[in-house]
Each structure stands twice: as C-alpha cells, then as structure tokens.
C-alpha cells in the first residue's frame, strides 16, 4: 500500500513532503479452493496532531502492487477537513 498525502495550500492541492514513510505492507493472504482471485478489505488509520499540524485540509492519493508487482489504479480520498480546537 503506496500513499501520498496533499494538503490544502493557498488554494491548490500540493504534495506534503515531511513524511518518513510512505508505505505500509499488507498481510499476506493465501487464496483458498480453486480460484485463486483474492478480494480484501482494507482499512488503515491515519493519525494528523493537528495541534503541531499546520493544515486543515488534505486529501490521501494511494495504491497497491498485487503479487507480481502490477500497480494498482490510483485513487483519492475525499476531501479531509480538520478542525482545530482552542484548548
């Protein structure tokens, strides 16, 4: 699972380059019976301190590699909104 976040920036959507790691690997499941088609759910949680986080908009661009490295479509989240709280 490739990612890429972008976020909200004097209007236009550009890409967030302070991230360490921009992957996560995906269990690996095997096919049972005679049709080795495999269909996952996938959920992954991202988590944005958006005390320290200096914006309020963003949007996830992401992807997998199937086993034989063929690349996914690409997709997009909907809009994020973040709200900030005065504490």
Known sequence: FYYSVYVLNEGSF???????ANYFD?????????????????????QFYTQVFEYDTLLIEFYIYDRKLHKSN??????????????
Do not use: R, W
């Not at 550009?14 to 360490?20: A, K, L, P």
């Not at 499941?29 to 991202?46: C, H, M, R, W, Y």
């Open 14 to 20: 550009v890409e967030y380059q302070d991230i360490i």
């Open 26 to 46: 995906l269990p690996f499941i095997e096919p049972q019976g005679q049709n080795k088609t495999l269909v996952a759910d996938v959920s992954i949680e991202f």
């Open 74 to 87: 690409i997709e997009l989240t909907d809009t994020i909104f973040f709200e900030h709280l005065d504490i």
